[in-house]
């Protein structure tokens, strides 16, 4: 029993706490791809994208989280905060440390969602 202690606090030290996210679920704003409603990359953002698919994504269920990209400025990101404020959900601006990523707006649930209510582009 000890031995497996040691053995995973070195492994610890090596690598660095265990995590369940892999780098790929980190390109969906710290979140797993089976979890998302709908993901945006920065571009449709920046593009002034409709803030309705948003609302729209946000009452699907009761469980969804607005998860924005914090390297986008506020200015443009305003509108979808303001929707997740007015339909009382939560919102996380999400600065990733770890990789680069694409998207810029993820709507996410607590639980995996059929893949026919997924919508990523």
């Known amino acids: ?24 679920d980190a390109d969906f704003l710290g979140t797993f791809k089976e979890r998302c409603l709908l993901a945006w990359c920065k571009e449709r953002i920046y593009s002034g994208a409709s ?10 269920r009761p469980d969804t989280i607005l998860r924005l990209n914090a390297q986008i400025p506020l200015k443009i990101l305003h509108p979808y905060i303001q929707c997740a404020q007015q339909l009382h ?33």
Not at 3 to 18: A, L, T
């Open 1 to 24: 029993m000890k031995k497996n202690r040691i053995d995973e606090y070195i492994q610890k030290g090596q690598y660095g706490v265990k995590s369940f996210l892999t780098a790929h």
């Open 51 to 60: 803030v309705i698919k948003v609302q729209h994504a946000l009452k699907k």
């Open 89 to 121: 959900k939560p919102y996380l601006l999400v600065q990733s440390n770890l990789k680069e990523t694409s998207f810029g707006l993820v709507v996410s649930a607590s639980e995996a969602v059929d893949m026919s209510e997924q919508e990523l582009s």
